[in-house]
């Protein structure tokens, strides 16, 4: 991300530059002395190098004018120069400008696709961590399943041995023998005890 964004920087940077420089071009209206003044075009070795040729054969021609008139050979050779390195010093002009047009229209170009690569850095960088917030939160339901898990099989474990415990320490300790008569009272039992009743009925009357 931080490559991407001081690449962009940079990009924008330069097309400032180069944008400002298109501007200063569209100012001077085509004008070839106001396209001189300007640094990056007229400060071209070889747009330099025809300007001061063209400027030599005017100054010349100025010299043969005092003493030669317009239809002599010498002037006319001079004319004929003077129009040809114009002609020549135009065309290095006009293609300046177009090399800062082209590169203000590359800049241009490569600042978009930056912007594009960016853009879609930052999503990847974003998907990347909701990938990974994710997986921080399936991992964390797998750990929490895996402690329940855990819990279980030591509850279930011991369970068992609770279990297996219970069953080893049952001992029959005497075994019961069933009655070999009736539960109930006998017949003498039950007039011993009716005697018992009635001779303390007898003699509590007398005593009352």
């Given at each position: 991300?931080?490559?991407?964004?001081?690449?962009?920087?940079?990009?924008r940077?330069?097309?400032?530059?180069?944008?400002?420089?298109?501007?200063?071009i569209?100012?001077?209206d085509?004008?070839?002395?106001?396209?001189?003044?300007?640094?990056?075009?007229?400060?071209?070795?070889e747009?330099?190098?025809?300007f001061?040729?063209?400027?030599?054969?005017?100054?010349?021609?100025?010299?043969?004018?005092?003493?030669?008139?317009?239809?002599?050979?010498?002037?006319?050779q001079?004319?004929?120069?003077?129009?040809?390195?114009?002609?020549?010093?135009?065309?290095?002009?006009?293609?300046?400008?177009?090399?800062?047009?082209s590169?203000?229209?590359?800049?241009?170009l490569?600042?978009?696709?930056?912007?594009?690569?960016?853009?879609?850095?930052?999503q990847?960088v974003?998907?990347?961590?909701?990938?990974?917030?994710?997986?921080?939160?399936?991992?964390?339901?797998?750990?929490?399943?895996?402690?329940?898990?855990?819990?279980?099989?030591e509850?279930?474990?011991?369970?068992s041995?609770?279990?297996?415990?219970d069953?080893h320490s049952?001992?029959?300790?005497?075994?019961?023998?069933p009655?070999?008569?009736?539960?109930?009272?006998?017949?003498?039992?039950?007039?011993?005890?009716?005697?018992?009743?009635a001779?303390a009925?007898?003699?509590?009357?007398?005593?009352?």
């Amino acid at each position: 991300m931080r490559r991407f964004g001081d690449a962009l920087t940079d990009a924008r940077i330069r097309l400032l530059d180069a944008e400002n420089k298109v501007r200063q071009i569209q100012d001077c209206d085509g004008d070839l002395a106001r396209l001189m003044d300007v640094p990056f075009i007229g400060g071209r070795r070889e747009v330099m190098a025809a300007f001061n040729q063209l400027s030599e054969l005017k100054r010349e021609y100025k010299v043969l004018e005092e003493v030669y008139l317009s239809k002599h050979p010498l002037m006319v050779q001079n004319q004929a120069s003077q129009k040809s390195v114009a002609e020549a010093l135009q065309q290095l002009t006009g293609l300046a400008c177009k090399q800062v047009e082209s590169e203000f229209e590359s800049i241009q170009l490569e600042v978009s696709e930056l912007a594009k690569n960016f853009v879609n850095a930052e999503q990847m960088v974003l998907n990347w961590e909701r990938a990974f917030v994710e997986y921080q939160r399936l991992e964390d339901d797998v750990d929490n399943q895996r402690k329940i898990i855990k819990m279980l099989a030591e509850r279930y474990n011991e369970t068992s041995i609770a279990q297996k415990m219970d069953l080893h320490s049952v001992r029959v300790l005497d075994r019961a023998q069933p009655p070999t008569q009736p539960v109930s009272a006998s017949i003498v039992q039950l007039g011993a005890v009716a005697v018992c009743i009635a001779a303390a009925f007898f003699v509590a009357v007398p005593v009352g």
